[in-house]
């Protein structure tokens, strides 16, 4: 434990951070789930607008986590091109 007052103020900090670091990757993972979910139906079961509105939703998601640090920016490109591609069968 530190003992000057400088370190424990950056403890404090770091905490808050990791819990909304934390919270954020939770959403995330979340919104993934949610899309792939709908993603991975029949072509045929699927509705092709909430479709893409989700697949919009979560991409703007994953890019602000990766803007922030959350997660890594070449991990966020992949995910966001996963999504797309499952898209594009889905649709055409």
Excluded: G
Aim: charged share 30%.
């Amino acid at each position: 434990m530190p003992y000057h007052i400088s370190p424990k103020k950056r403890l404090r900090r770091d905490a808050r951070v990791r819990q909304q670091n934390h919270s954020k990757l939770h959403c995330l993972r979340t919104f993934l789930k949610k899309t792939r979910q709908i993603l991975s139906c029949p072509a045929e079961q699927v509705d092709l607008a909430e479709a893409k509105n989700e697949v919009r939703i979560t991409q703007s998601i994953v890019a602000k986590s990766a803007a922030k640090n959350i997660i890594h920016r070449r991990s966020a490109s992949r995910r966001i091109s996963r999504l797309m591609k499952k898209l594009n069968a889905i649709a055409s």
